[in-house]
């Protein structure tokens, strides 16, 4: 890497962990040992992953793939077997991050593309319900992504007003907001796999609460998780789509003001 | 090139599906059985090596001008001849395989190995040629085919292999097997493994596309 000074990809990915330090305590506080154990299983798969493609691609390891563990530890549907969880978390490590060129390169959220496997893998086994702490343990951990500058304030801004609007039409957001700012803070406001253009952003939160709030009102049945991991993963695919809407009108308005 | 080469060639080091990426769109909607798979592999082998046969026949009498459009009448009428035959014989296939069958027809790899080996070759091989191609696409529709059903429903041919836990069994059948994406990805994986076996298989800088710029309008 030649990156110079203090800011570079193991930074970021160091103070998103840190960001994050809240949902993580909160969650090993609730879950205790048994939490523990599921978080060592994703971590041990997700960086064996980053240890072959370090020997075989001499692609450096990142401890991104904490993030991705510690997303999937509280994410992850329950009583999945040992098989079908590695089977998933492989896939999302290695297909959506490592299989591009590394965090940084990567196109969507590992974590969610893991957990969109299970979902669509294996229909059958029930996804987590959070408790209510781990909603309120969200907003510090997006406190501090915002104060250090690795989360962008227009996503989170953007994806809060949408679910408070969606709150003021009657719909039940108040049910699933552990979920939604978990989600929120786990896998949308990951700074990689989000849009990068500052009305992008706006845009990319603003849809993330527009499909939470869609889905709630649409969707009979859903688990509150499922609706929110469903939720990031078609934001994140819509992320270029965002940066490409926020650049064309740039463009618009630099051809009117210059000709 | 000598003839048992025209066979084996096609099979791995020039596979039309995982080399030249033609004829993917039938392998992946009819995978999600070995069944369907291995009638869809016959089914275009078959009439791949009967329109080669009958277009090499009468190369020197097909005016260029016309030559596709009188190959797709050629491979049309065998089309439509394999789907009678299927539905007279195997009904109950070819009710699944719906229009599929069909749309061998407008296969990429039919119209690829009639208009580029068989239209400027004698029958045999132009024969050996379309056997070959066939037997590469049979190849990997078979492969995927049997992945996707082992896994999505734990049977291959209908006969269970690995008892589901619906059945009382210990095998969680993965879902997502029986979705369109999963061929998706078992054909990525595949050309990967490949590509990387046989690196002669990567495509040179030089076909690479151009890059062009954006347009700033």
Redesign the interface.
Same mark, same amino acid.
């Given at each position: 890497m030649t990156a110079r000074g203090m800011w570079h990809r193991e930074t970021v990915a160091e103070l998103l962990l840190a960001s994050l330090l809240p949902v993580a305590l909160v969650w090993l506080g609730l879950a205790g040992g048994a939490g523990l154990l599921r978080l060592a299983v994703f971590l041990v798969v997700a960086g064996i992953w980053h240890v072959i493609w370090m020997l075989a691609r001499a692609q450096p390891p990142s401890l991104a793939g904490t993030v991705t563990a510690l997303a999937l530890a509280v994410l992850a549907p329950g009583d999945l =077997?040992l098989l079908?969880l590695i *089977?998933s978390t492989s896939f999302g490590v290695v297909?959506a991050e490592l299989a591009f060129g590394g965090w940084g390169r990567n196109v969507l959220n590992p974590a969610t593309v893991a957990l969109a496997?299970m979902g669509? =893998?294996?229909?059958?086994a029930p996804w987590p319900e959070l408790p209510v702490q781990i909603g309120w343990a969200a907003l510090p951990a997006l406190a501090i992504g915002l104060g250090t500058g690795i989360m962008a304030p227009g996503l989170v801004l953007g994806a809060l007003l949408a679910l408070g609007a969606g709150w003021a039409a009657g719909l039940p957001v108040a049910a699933v907001f552990p979920a939604a700012a978990g989600v929120l803070a786990l896998l949308v406001a990951d700074p990689v796999a989000s849009a990068s253009t500052r009305l992008g952003r706006w845009l990319n939160g603003l849809l993330y609460g527009g499909l939470v709030s869609l889905f709630l009102a649409l969707w009979t049945g859903a688990a509150a998780v499922q609706l929110a991991v469903y939720a990031a993963l078609f934001v994140s695919l819509a992320a270029p789509l965002c940066d490409e809407i926020a650049i064309t009108l740039w *463009?618009l308005q630099r051809?009117r003001r210059h000709g | 090139m000598a003839l048992p080469r025209l066979l084996t060639l096609p099979l791995i080091g020039r596979n039309p599906v995982t080399v030249q990426i033609l004829g993917i769109c039938s392998s992946l909607a009819v995978t999600t059985s070995l069944e369907t798979a291995a009638t869809m592999a016959v089914s275009l082998t078959v009439v791949l090596v009967l329109s080669s046969l009958i277009i090499s026949l009468i190369r020197r009498h097909l005016p260029n001008s016309i030559r596709l459009i009188v190959q797709i009448v050629i491979v049309a009428s065998l089309v439509i001849v394999i789907d009678q035959i299927l539905q007279a014989y195997l009904f109950a296939i070819s009710q699944r395989l719906s229009v599929f069958v069909g749309l061998i027809t407008t296969n990429c790899l039919v119209l690829g190995r009639t208009e580029g080996f068989a239209r400027s070759n004698p029958p045999g091989p132009a024969m050996l040629d379309a056997l070959g191609n066939g037997l590469g696409y049979s190849l990997i529709l078979v492969a995927v085919g049997a992945v996707r059903e082992l896994f999505g429903q734990g049977t291959l041919m209908g006969l269970t292999v690995l008892p589901t836990v619906d059945q009382g069994g210990w095998f /969680?059948p993965?879902?997502?097997?029986l979705?369109a994406?999963s061929a998706f990805?078992l054909l990525g994986f595949v050309v990967w493994g490949l590509r990387s076996l046989y690196p002669e298989q990567q495509e040179a800088p030089e076909t690479e596309p151009p890059s062009v710029a954006e347009a700033? /309008?």
């Open positions: =077997g079908a *089977l297909v496997f669509f =893998g294996f229909p059958a *463009l051809k | /969680t993965l879902s997502l097997m979705l994406p990805f700033r /309008t």
